[in-house]
Each structure stands twice: as C-alpha cells, then as structure tokens.
C-alpha cells in the first residue's frame, strides 16, 4: 500500500460576493479533488484545536497526527530544523520575516505594507540577512540565519528564561494595517523591538534594496520577530505508524516538520512557495520517492500565499493548478502503477482573501482508496459547503491519521 498527502495551503475560505457569494473551493474547477471527494470518506476536520492559534504550525502538525497538545513548542524551532541549525536546550528560535513597512500618508502611522518584502528572492534575502549578522550577530548569543525568499530564522543562544512566552504577532495577520499595538510584548520583547529598529537603519541604505527600489520593487525595509519557540520532542513517522516518506514542500516550516517526524525532505528544483512553483517537478520528485518508500506528502503553499495577498484571481488560479497539475497527475501515476494505495486531499486552515490571514474554521478534507476510485463512483464537489453537507466531523488527529494508516 502507498500512502499519498496532498495539501493546498489555506485553499478554504469564505463567500465571496465577486464570484456570487460562492468560496473560491466552490467557484474553483477541481475534478480530480472532487473525484477523491465522491469515491471515498469526505467531511471535515478540525485542524486546529481550540485555545490555539490557526497557523500553519499547528494545524499541519494535526493533518500529520501530531497533537499540538503534546508536541507544539513553536513555530521557528521547525524552521530551524529545516536549514540545518541545531538548537540546544535553553535556545530559543524565531521566525524572521523580511518586510516591508511604510508611512501612511497624514497620520504618520506605520503600516505593514507588505508581510513578504514583495515576495523577495532567496539570492536577495540571504544577503541582506547575512549582512545583518555579521553587523550585529554574535551580541548577547543571537545569530540570524538566511532560509526562503522572506522566511529566515533568529536563534538567541541561552536565553533569558521566560523569553520563549513573549507575545508576537504574525506579519501576515497585520497586512496593510498600523503595527501600533502588534509589536512585541513579554520577557525579551524589549531586545526583540531594539534588533527590528536596528535591522531598519541597516536596510535602509543596502545596495539590495537600491537595486530592487530601482526596479520598482518593494525594498525589505525591517525584520520581523515572531513564531519563537523552543526544540520540540517528536516520534518519528516510521515509529507511530511503520512507514518510510517523504516531504515535498518550498516552505522551511513542512521541511521542518518533515524532519522531525523523521521523513526524508526532497527539495525540488524551482519550488517557490507560491503560483509560480515547479508544479510537475513535484510530482515526479513524488513518484520517484514511492518507488522506494510508502508515503509521501506534498505540500503546495501558493493558495495560502494568495489569500495573504488578497489576491482573488491568484488563489483561483493556485487552486485550480494544485487540482490539474498535483491531484490530477499524482492520481493518474497511481493508477498506471496497479499498485494499491491510499490518498488524502485537504488544507491545513482557511486563509480567506478578504481577510488576508488565518482563521480557525474546518476544512474540507477527501480520503480513499485506489480500488474505492476505481469504482467510478460520482465525483462529489470538493468544497466548505460540500464537506459541511456530509455531517462527518472530524476533531480528533491520532484518529484522522490513524484511519489513513489504516491503523485504527
């Protein structure tokens, strides 16, 4: 049996009254998803569990069965996994976006403008970021590190204790809104704030950002800490459930979570983390991998990078490229194969596009088995509403994991 996860990053979401106050999902052409959807178990599951909050953290922790109550220890620990930075008790790792901040016109305040430094580049950010550290690392034990495009990672070697329960907000939650009241707050804040404006003054005069203004491209005008955490204990893929994989993702938080749940992390050659990534490169890295091993999953974060932008037609199109040139072709190559598997379509949490960030919701999901396809059963549409319709809710992830291990 091979075992497959598809994941659509923050494809549900909310009625939209441009597309007839339908969602994106119900709007969107998705056939192969909506094949999944009428062959086998489709409904709804709660990823996110509640008193916490709706990241990709946490519920992509819950779709690979790993309670958050139990394993959850923040986000940028994951990250630093996934860029080889070991970190040792007492450590604590932050998220480090590049963003790009603005002065809103008569009032003064500041806004974030942009939570991704309009999509810098890796090249780009890596220089800015290994700048910076040189300039101000080593101070205190903090070392900044470069990851992916705007993701990169702070890590504060023994710090103060307590510094890992500061409160931080998300740059995605705070899009084109005033950063008054999100900076910061708790043991360590200070020196969080102090290294932000410090990371302003030194950006501002960067030949990166002079040739990316020049181009009509957003400069990365600060840093911004969030997503701290200590390293995690988690139990491997093959010790809970008897299975080899592998991970296919262009983010550092899924290589991340890959790593610790022990999964060989493939990195793809143009995986972009957003529309314009190696759609079939994915693919065939995946296929590829089943031959040796009995699980893969997929992970595709352009639906999600799109609702952040609040881009209606990027996440119809993102969606609608994850059914035609992930869904589709994976479950094509399945079938040519005539071996037996199983496959698992969903999101980790809605991001919807006219409120730019994440919400709590349930998504959809779509389970089943090549001989339930095979069946020729009618295609059910993959959708919010659709799932809703089933009255099959799922809240429980050792569960959730379990019935697609077939491990019950």
């Not at 990241?55 to 309670?67: P, Q």
């Not at 190696?278 to 091993?293: C, F, P, R, T």
């Not at 919807?352 to 069946?375: I, M, N, Q, Y």
Request: aromatic content about 8%; proline content about 6%; overall charge negative.
């Amino acid at each position: 049996m091979k075992y497959v996860i598809l994941i659509g990053d923050g494809m549900s979401d909310e009625p939209v009254e441009r597309l007839g106050h339908k969602t994106p999902l119900e709007a969107a052409k998705t056939p192969a998803m909506d094949s999944i959807a009428g062959a086998g178990s489709y409904g709804l599951y709660a990823t996110v569990p509640e008193g916490y909050p709706p990241g990709s953290d946490v519920a992509n922790l819950s779709i690979l069965g790993f309670s958050p109550a139990k394993y959850y220890s923040g986000r940028a620990p994951l990250e630093a996994a996934s860029i080889g930075v070991e970190l040792s008790a007492g450590d604590v790792a932050y998220r480090c976006n590049l963003v790009t901040l603005v002065e809103e016109e008569g009032s003064g305040a500041v806004i974030m403008g942009d939570y991704s430094a309009g999509h810098i580049t890796t090249e780009e950010a890596a220089e800015l970021v290994r700048d910076f550290d040189a300039e101000l690392g080593g101070a205190d034990g903090i070392r900044f590190y470069p990851g992916t495009s705007y993701r990169h990672l702070m890590v504060w070697e023994g710090a103060p204790e307590g510094v890992s329960t500061v409160e931080a907000t998300p740059p995605h939650d705070i899009s084109d809104r005033s950063i008054e009241g999100h900076l910061p707050v708790g043991p360590g804040a200070e020196k969080m704030v102090e290294l932000m404006a410090l990371s302003q003054a030194f950006f501002a005069d960067h030949s990166v950002n002079k040739r990316r203004i020049a181009e009509g491209k957003k400069p990365a005008t600060s840093i911004w800490l969030w997503g701290q955490g200590l390293r995690p204990a988690m139990t491997t893929m093959k010790e809970r459930f008897g299975v080899e994989g592998s991970m296919i993702s262009a983010v550092d938080l899924m290589k991340g979570i890959g790593i610790y749940a022990g999964l060989e992390v493939i990195n793809v050659p143009g995986a972009t983390g957003y529309i314009d990534t190696n759609y079939d490169g994915k693919v065939s890295y995946a296929i590829e991998s089943l031959k040796a091993k009995d699980f893969v999953c997929i992970h595709v974060e352009a639906p999600d990078e799109a609702g952040h932008q609040g881009s209606l037609e990027d996440k119809m199109t993102a969606i609608e490229d994850f059914d035609s040139k992930i869904v589709a072709p994976v479950l094509a190559s399945l079938k040519e194969s005539g071996t037996e598997f199983t496959v698992l379509v969903l999101n980790d949490h809605p991001t919807p596009v006219e409120l730019k960030t994440h919400t709590s919701d349930p998504v959809p999901f779509a389970r089943c088995t090549g001989a339930e396809l095979a069946a020729g059963s009618a295609p059910a549409k993959f959708s919010e509403n659709g799932a809703k319709a089933t009255g099959l809710l799922v809240d429980d992830c050792d569960a959730f994991i379990g019935a697609f291990f077939d491990k019950k």
